[in-house]
């Protein structure tokens, strides 16, 4: 019977080559049972990786929409914050006004009416806020103001006034610019003409901003603090009798104008509800997620060991017999 042998260097180069998968498979082993996660993961799948590639898009789609929903809610929230300043302002004007009586005079109409041009600036200030460098009250113009300066609207309103001598006739006047091809639409507003595009809170669901800087709750507003703020203004030759009624209409504007901004607060704060659980939905689902993927790329401890056990006993072997070898000789065989 013939035996066949090999080499001294082809045992050696294959006794070196079984030292380094061994070693390779133990460090591999070590990560496993120190992560938890198994190394090769195709392997692990049997070359099926059609599920963890659904639950990694998934995953990241999520994110996308985690997202979005913050930024919605970071956009609402601000949004909300500067309607319940304005309704406050409009409101405690309108206050301050109907609370006058028959004890007005002119002291008081004047500052009711440098009240009234505080309000206005705070409007504008409000509805060119900006968040993340984007106009909030801007609709799809998002890269510019929604309102010119106050300064700008009240030199526009006041030529606009000019000649008037009646309190009919101002109202009139002030319908006109705050109506349709009016100077509001024309020299104070500066937005889009569209919405602000909406927000993407999952596959499917979207929620609408749709509060622009030219939405009626802003006209009218603006239109009764216009109507205090220039109730005394000197460039305007009217009676005293006017500037009275001036200031009185602006009061009962006011109250208009809190109602606007009512519903629009609720409306907005529906939005932000909506938000709010779609932010819960997406985070349990991104915990879901987590977990699935967990679970799919888990390596088991129990196993992990064993097999680090036995390949630790199988490289001990290994140099075991790789010494016994080393000790081989000529001499030592022929005995």
Excluded: C
């Excluded at 669901?205 to 802003?218: C, H, Q, S």
């Amino acid at each position: 019977m013939n035996s066949v042998s090999i080499g001294d260097m082809a045992q050696s180069f294959h006794l070196r080559r079984q030292n380094a998968e061994l070693k390779t498979e133990i460090t591999r082993l070590t990560s496993e049972l120190s992560s938890g996660k198994v190394q090769d993961v195709m392997k692990h799948l049997g070359a099926d990786l059609n599920y963890l590639t659904d639950i990694e898009r998934s995953l990241q789609m999520n994110s996308v929409f985690t997202r979005s929903a913050h930024e919605a809610a970071g956009f609402s929230a601000a949004m909300q914050s500067g309607l319940t300043y304005l309704q406050q302002s409009i409101s405690d004007l309108g206050a301050d006004i109907l609370g006058l009586g028959e004890g007005s005079n002119t002291l008081t109409n004047n500052l009711l009416a440098q009240k009234g041009q505080g309000v206005i600036e705070g409007l504008v200030s409000t509805l060119n806020t900006a968040v993340a460098g984007r106009a909030l009250f801007s609709g799809n113009a998002t890269d510019r103001a929604a309102l010119a300066s106050a300064d700008t609207i009240l030199t526009d309103l006041r030529a606009a006034l000019a000649g008037q001598a009646t309190i009919a006739d101002i109202e009139t006047a002030m319908d006109d610019w705050f109506g349709a091809g009016g100077g509001y639409e024309t020299v104070a507003y500066t937005g889009g003409t569209s919405d602000m595009s909406a927000f993407h809170l999952g596959d499917g669901e979207r929620v609408d901003l749709k509060i622009k800087g030219d939405d009626a709750a802003f006209k009218m507003t603006l239109k009764s603090a216009a109507m205090a703020a220039l109730s005394a203004d000197a460039a305007l030759v009217l009676s005293d009798a006017t500037r009275a009624a001036m200031l009185e209409r602006a009061g009962e504007l006011s109250l208009s104008a809190v109602d606007g901004l009512t519903a629009t607060r609720g409306a907005l704060g529906y939005a932000e509800a909506r938000i709010e659980d779609a932010g819960i939905r997406l985070t349990a689902q991104n915990t879901s997620l987590e977990i699935a993927r967990t679970e799919l790329l888990s390596a088991d401890p129990y196993d992990t060991i064993v097999k680090l056990e036995a390949t630790q006993f199988r490289l001990e072997s290994l140099y075991t017999a790789t010494a016994k070898l080393s000790q081989l000789s000529l001499v030592g065989f022929l005995r």
